[in-house]
């Protein structure tokens, strides 16, 4: 028992277990599968055993519900001993047939991370070797999954892509957009944003089609739509690049290469949730464009407002657990917050040692002993804080349906993955709009809870 | 256009066209989008439903968190395989080791939850980090007096199947733990049914029927005791013949127990099951109930069999599926229901198994070892199927292409096995194909327009 006293002191406050029982995080191949999905023709290719791809795409395809392929350079027991640079060349030639891809995405696993291959090495091998031809980008980011959790692999592989493509030259005067892991509607949304205050931009990723396409009519081998490679080589001469994302401010972001390798400004927000968070976002634009808030949003605003008033006292109080990606949690908490509810658990599996602090500062009402703050978390470790806490609601991805359902209060179905609804694409999370809907379902969702569990049921509350 | 890569050319075949053999039983070509999972996928698949072990996944989070609580294996007690646990290896133990982390997961969830045995499963990097598995699960058993086992399920050793290898050694030592509890004369060993849906409940109520003791199930709403004990039944009757018919043959070598290969799905092949055991046993009175319950399910369903073959007749059939046993199955359950079958294929099938398949098969039916999307999609097209029969990776193929869809994988929450589930699978696909959306689909109306092309074509000539 010694060893498991001891390995549990080693680990943050929030960790009651050494084991991590029903994970509140996701591997860094996934994410970085995401964003190469996100670049137009690009395919994914995971570095490492066959069931890893296999895997992330039954996980991705069960919440967008769409084609993801996600190729393997599928190790064996001698790529493990001699290293898997033949089979990643294979697997370079093969896509390159099959896909005839613009890009392809490489992502490492622990496997290959592990036994030290050297996938730099190897590209610049397979360059020469096919110089003759004409062969797709190479993109290549490090994510073994033994460190970080996907949204770790969502940010390298996004570093990557810059790093790869980028090119600097004069100021064109547009705006990058880094909107992190949100939903494809939401990437509409952002997009629709930008356009309406008429300034060129380029977002990156942009999986808003490639994972929430239309129905076809001949068969795609890639899904259409992605940021262009063309756009995301004119990324380095960008007036400014906004990432979204509280916590990337520190980190070595796509951002931050911009800024070092050219010159392009980075401004760190955090997820335009809520009516502070999506001020701060149109407040940046306003700025970069010099254009005024277009009468559109300001009306979406003002409904917001009149809405927030409308439901304030049906949430004003109620506690709610919050969990997921570390910004995203961040900008969900400091939403509650703004409209009286109390962000008591907040919870994600990412062990950065920023995520309290992040989350703290961002709250004016809450008191700081009112809200507990997990890194490193797992669904097992919250249901037993959640006995203490006695939450009003539960807000999250499908993977909190366990926490619902023993605690018996409602869930609120927001972020990645939804796999037991359909639809968990098209949930619209940002700006205005998105809060509007967020606020509404969660005031209804509690309206229910009350209803459900009075014994009168009136239909008129 | 689609092009097949000619590495895998060998592994397509069409019948009435080819007379060879198809090449199969290989691995997956790097690059090449295989819909294979990996050795560990195999093994967690079939220890999984074990309801009251504990399944601790020894590696970085993704291999648990991929597979918490997906395949729909029910249990009618305690619920332990649906939590997902594992020792979530960080970048400090990659590099010393895990042991340490290992014992102290082990120890705390055995003193946690009590579970009657556990299974520890190696994946990728556990063996190159230098841990020795079997020592620590060796000390953790005597410590806590219960079984406490390695799989060997290093992704990158082999192909699924090697996982169902590593399953079944593990189940095996499980097996002869038990010689005292008083058994049955007419004793059987399920193998190879998962529970899925309650699958299993259904076929021990038919050997109930028939007079036959069921003395365990491997593993569908498996227990460590009954498989302590069935070691001493008469019989192992085997389904997914491809991940337990190691077991059964090692069963048989060990303990002298003789196994027979069944399936139950579709009316033909659930009568079989059920006849094949009721003749190893001999008895008179277990002949005739199996003969009565056979008449009687059948004259129930038969009826509505007919009424959904009345709107299916004519349809085409693709089917994509892990063991291809199973295959075997449709294509006669889907004759029932007047549709053929025109691209069948499968994970890990083997010469004999699509030997078998060829002579089932009409002529012009493409059969496919080791497929990928733009394979399936190539044949179904070509074909032009109306039905693909396949998991959740498969479906958005499907529906892209306007094309009605059949989930027969493990994570499907309806029950297909036996007589009532026979029933099930006639109203997934009716209610799939029938469906009145796919006339929005631009990919259906072009297929039909097509059709209707060929039909005036020929009635021209």
Redesign the interface.
């Known amino acids: 028992?010694n060893?498991?006293k001891a390995?549990?002191c080693d680990q943050s406050e929030s960790r009651s277990?050494?084991?991590?029982?029903?994970?509140c995080?996701?591997?860094a191949?996934?994410g970085a599968s995401i964003v190469f999905r996100g670049i137009e023709n690009c395919v994914p290719?995971i570095h490492?055993?066959?069931?890893?791809?296999?895997?992330?795409?039954?996980?991705v395809?069960?919440h967008f519900?769409?084609?993801?392929?996600?190729?393997?350079?599928?190790?064996?027991?001698s790529?493990?001993i001699f290293g898997g640079g033949d089979?990643?060349k294979?697997?370079?030639?093969?896509?390159t047939?099959?896909?005839a891809p613009a890009a392809i995405g490489i992502a490492t696993?622990?496997?290959s991370e592990?036994?030290g291959d050297d996938v730099r090495l190897y590209i610049e091998q397979y360059r020469k070797e096919r110089k003759t031809r004409s062969i797709p980008s190479i993109i290549h980011a490090s994510t073994?999954?033994?460190?970080g959790?996907h949204m770790e692999g969502f940010h390298a592989a996004l570093r990557a892509t810059i790093e790869a493509l980028a090119e600097g030259g004069a100021c064109e005067g547009t705006i990058n957009l880094l909107p992190g892991f949100v939903s494809a509607e939401d990437l509409r949304h952002l997009k629709e944003v930008l356009s309406g205050f008429g300034i060129g931009f380029t977002m990156l990723p942009d999986y808003s089609e490639t994972l929430d396409g239309e129905?076809?009519?001949?068969?795609?081998?890639l899904s259409a739509g992605g940021t262009p490679i063309q756009s995301i080589r004119r990324m380095g001469r960008a007036l400014a690049t906004i990432q979204l994302g509280r916590g990337l401010g520190t980190v070595r972001t796509a951002a931050a290469y911009l800024e070092e390798a050219c010159g392009v400004r980075a401004v760190t927000l955090g997820l335009p949730i809520g009516i502070r968070g999506t001020d701060a976002f149109f407040d940046a634009i306003t700025q970069m464009s010099g254009i005024g808030l277009p009468a559109k949003y300001a009306k979406e605003r003002g409904r917001l407002v009149d809405a927030y008033i409308d439901g304030h006292k049906y949430v004003f109080g109620k506690r709610a657990v919050i969990y997921g990606e570390a910004d995203f949690v961040a900008a969900m908490a400091a939403f509650l917050d703004e409209i009286g509810m109390v962000p008591a658990l907040c919870a994600t599996?990412a062990a950065t040692g920023r995520v309290r602090e992040t989350i703290l500062s961002n709250l004016e009402h809450s008191r700081p002993e009112n809200v507990q703050v997990f890194e490193d978390a797992d669904f097992?470790g919250m249901l037993e804080a959640c006995r203490a806490i006695q939450p009003d609601i539960v807000i999250g991805n499908s993977?909190g349906y366990?926490l619902s359902r023993k605690l018996g209060v409602p869930l609120v179905r927001v972020g990645f993955p939804i796999h037991d609804r359909i639809g968990g694409q098209r949930i619209l999370h940002t700006c205005y709009r998105g809060t509007q809907q967020l606020f509404d379902r969660i005031v209804n969702a509690l309206m229910e809870a009350g209803q459900e569990g009075s014994e009168v049921g009136y239909s008129y509350i | 256009m689609?092009?097949i890569?000619d590495e895998r050319k060998k592994q397509v075949l069409e019948t009435g066209k080819e007379s060879g053999g198809i090449a199969c039983e290989k691995?997956?070509?790097?690059?090449?989008?295989?819909?294979?999972?990996?050795?560990?996928?195999g093994s967690r698949v079939v220890l999984y439903p074990i309801a009251d072990a504990l399944h601790?996944i020894h590696?970085?989070?993704?291999?648990?968190?991929?597979?918490?609580?997906i395949r729909g294996a029910l249990s009618s007690g305690p619920e332990l395989h649906r939590?997902?646990?594992?020792?979530?290896?960080?970048?400090e133990?990659?590099i010393y080791g895990g042991e340490?982390?290992l014992?102290?997961?082990l120890?705390?969830?055995i003193e946690?939850y009590r579970p009657k045995a556990a299974f520890v499963y190696a994946t990728?990097?556990v063996g190159?980090?230098g841990d020795d598995v079997q020592a620590v699960c060796s000390r953790v058993a005597k410590e806590q007096s219960i079984p406490v086992i390695p799989v060997h399920s290093e992704?990158?050793?082999?192909?699924k199947k090697d996982g169902y290898k590593a399953a079944c050694e593990a189940l095996f030592r499980l097996i002869g733990k038990d010689d005292a509890s008083p058994l049955p004369e007419l004793g059987i060993n399920i193998l190879g049914d998962f529970n899925l849906a309650g699958e299993t409940w259904i076929i021990k109520e038919y050997y109930r029927q028939m007079g036959i003791d069921v003395v365990s199930c491997m593993t569908g709403d498996g227990r460590v005791a009954q498989i302590g004990r069935s070691h001493r039944a008469a019989l192992n009757v085997v389904q997914c013949s491809g991940s337990m018919t190691y077991l059964a043959k090692t069963m048989e070598d060990t303990y002298a127990i003789p196994f027979k290969r069944v399936s139950y799905f579709g009316i033909e092949d659930t009568a079989d099951a059920l006849y094949t055991v009721a003749r190893h046993f001999n008895d008179p009175d277990v002949l005739r109930r199996t003969e009565e319950l056979v008449r009687d399910e059948v004259n129930r369903i038969y009826p509505a069999v007919e009424r959904f073959r009345q709107d299916l007749e004519g349809k085409r059939a693709a089917i994509y599926v892990g063991g291809s046993f199973k295959a075997f199955s449709l294509v006669k359950a889907l004759r029932h229901l007047g549709i053929r079958t025109v691209v069948v294929g499968s994970q890990t099938g083997n010469r004999e198994d699509y030997d078998y398949l060829k002579e089932i098969c009409d002529e012009g039916t493409i059969i496919v070892d080791d497929a990928?999307?733009?394979e399936l999609?190539?044949f179904m097209?070509e074909k032009q199927a109306d039905l693909l029969i396949g998991?959740?990776?498969e479906?958005?193929?499907a529906?892209?292409?306007?094309v009605a869809f059949c989930d027969h994988n493990h994570e499907r929450k309806v029950a297909l096995a036996g007589f009532a589930g026979m029933l099930n699978f006639c109203r997934e696909v009716h209610a799939s194909i029938m469906s009145p959306v796919w006339r929005?689909?631009?990919?259906y109306?072009?297929r039909k327009k097509e059709a209707d092309h060929e039909r005036g074509e020929s009635i021209a000539v």
């Open positions: 028992m060893v498991v390995l549990r277990s050494v084991s991590t029982q029903n994970a995080k996701l591997c191949p996934l290719l490492g055993s066959q069931g890893c791809s296999t895997y992330i795409r039954r996980y395809i069960s519900r769409e084609p993801i392929d996600i190729a393997s350079s599928n190790f064996s027991e790529s493990a089979n990643l294979t697997a370079l030639d093969n896509l047939r099959q896909y696993t622990c496997l592990t036994i073994p999954s033994y460190s959790t129905s076809w009519a001949d068969y795609q081998k599996g097992v993977k366990f | 689609i092009e890569l691995a997956s070509l790097a690059g090449s989008v295989s819909q294979r999972a990996c050795v560990f996928c601790l590696g970085p989070v993704g291999c648990a968190v991929y597979t918490w609580d939590l997902s646990f594992t020792t979530d290896l960080r970048e133990e990659v340490k982390k014992y102290a997961s120890t705390e969830l946690t990728c990097i190159l980090i992704g990158f050793k082999g192909t990928n999307p733009l999609s190539k097209i998991g959740v990776k479906r958005p193929i529906y892209k292409m306007g929005f689909s631009p990919a109306h072009k």
